[in-house]
């Protein structure tokens, strides 16, 4: 029995380390330049938004895309580049939405307006049902004929009259 165990062991070790030797290569390599430069590198990417995960800054995400986007960013500051440059240069590239705080234009307006619009189109919607039930209620409720009265009155009180 343990003859069989040790060599799947081993495999599932040999597979767990090639998997993660496999992950590790698609990882952005670290800046091994100076820490000023390197700062820079995590400011401007933490300015853009990675294009596949929609909520994580490129810097934050480990998708190959964004990892592409820290090694374009990488290789920016190395030439020299300013960050406005260098975010120039992707927001050319990709567009507005790249950025995550796209500026207050024409082609942006449903960004930064949607979810106020949004929110009122939702409180105008409950005001508006809040007042239909309102009046449902008003016209179903109607006050008891005296037949109604007395027929309740008697079985409240079990009919011991």
Known sequence: MLKLIKPF?????????LAGGAHAAREATP?????VAHQRVVEVSEQLRCLV??????ADSNAELAVD???????????GKTNKEIVDYMVERYGDFVLYKPPFKASTYIL??????????????FYVNLRRRKQ?????VRPLTPEEKA??????SGGKE
């Open 9 to 17: 062991a081993v495999a599932v070790a040999l597979g767990v380390m």
């Open 31 to 35: 800046t091994a330049f100076d820490p």
């Open 53 to 58: 995960c929609q909520n994580q800054s490129i």
């Open 69 to 79: 986007l820290r090694n374009q960013v990488i290789e920016q500051v190395k030439a």
């Open 112 to 125: 930064w307006l949607g979810p106020i619009a949004l929110f009122l189109i939702g409180l105008i919607a």
């Open 136 to 140: 449902t209620v008003a016209q179903a």
């Open 151 to 156: 027929l309740a009155d008697k079985m409240l």
